[in-house]
């Protein structure tokens, strides 16, 4: 079964810049999370869909982060205008159905460096 | 104030030793508690979930405990192999939200 892929693996930018994310969730799966990971802590969720539709964007930062998952399949995250803080590794997770017993299964993340 | 707590923040140990991880919580009401580990450069992966009726629960060399009433949970490595140098995180969950600890650092050396 193949995992979740998430690109590109590294991304360098400067402040004040754009960027995307790209995720491909395991087959099948009904939901996906976008997870932010600044170094040392623990991941802090920042949107949450359920097939197309948006379950939880409480803690995204809406004026300047935006996410979409077309199709109810593969997602994208983007950054504009990108801030020093927003440093940080960006995971994606999805799992089958989103009940809370389930695992979640994790990509490798995009680690974003901004200068 | 984070609910989830871990210590400590980091531990070395030498191989083939031994160690204990921890996770206190506030969280409530209480759903279930998983550890992850995360290796450097990836992605947290399930090692055990931990539900309220729960005490024990062993996968390999990892042994994790739950108290409910003290809300404490301890992830247990034994016999460390050097592949056990990761990221171990403790994910707590109620009804709707997952609360992550900012995790242990562990490290392993020959």
């Known amino acids: 079964e193949a995992g979740v892929a998430q690109s590109p693996r590294y991304k360098i930018i400067e402040k004040r810049q754009s960027v995307a994310f790209w995720c491909n969730p395991i087959?099948?799966?009904?939901?996906l999370y976008w997870y932010q990971q600044i170094l040392g802590q623990g991941p802090k969720l920042l949107i949450q869909?359920?097939?197309?539709?948006?379950?939880?964007d409480s803690q995204l930062p809406k004026d300047r982060f935006s996410a979409e998952r077309l199709k109810g399949v593969d997602s994208t995250l983007k950054i504009q205008p990108a801030k020093l803080e927003d440093s940080a590794v960006y995971l994606c997770?999805?799992?089958?159905?989103?009940?809370?017993?389930?695992?979640?299964?994790f990509g490798s993340g995009t680690q974003l460096s901004v200068l | 104030k984070n609910q989830v707590e871990q210590s400590p923040q980091s531990l070395i140990i030498l191989e083939g030793k031994n160690c204990t991880l921890q996770?206190?919580?506030?969280?409530?009401?209480?759903?279930?508690l998983r550890w992850y580990k995360q290796d450097t450069g990836r992605g947290p992966v399930s090692l055990t979930i931990?539900?309220?009726?729960?005490n024990t629960k062993s996968n390999g060399r990892y042994t994790a405990t739950l108290d409910a009433d003290t809300k404490q949970s301890s992830l247990h490595i034994t016999a460390s192999q050097l592949s056990d140098s990761a990221s171990y995180i403790c994910?707590?969950?109620?009804?709707?939200?997952?609360?992550f600890g900012a995790g242990t650092r562990l490290t392993v050396k020959p």
């Open positions: 997770a999805s799992s089958k159905t989103g009940i809370p017993n389930e695992k979640l299964f």
């Open positions: 087959s099948g799966h009904a939901t």
């Open positions: 869909f359920q097939n197309n539709g948006v379950v939880d």
């Open positions: 996770c206190n919580y506030t969280v409530s009401p209480f759903s279930n």
């Open positions: 931990m539900t309220f009726s729960e």
């Open positions: 994910v707590v969950r109620d009804f709707n939200d997952m609360r």
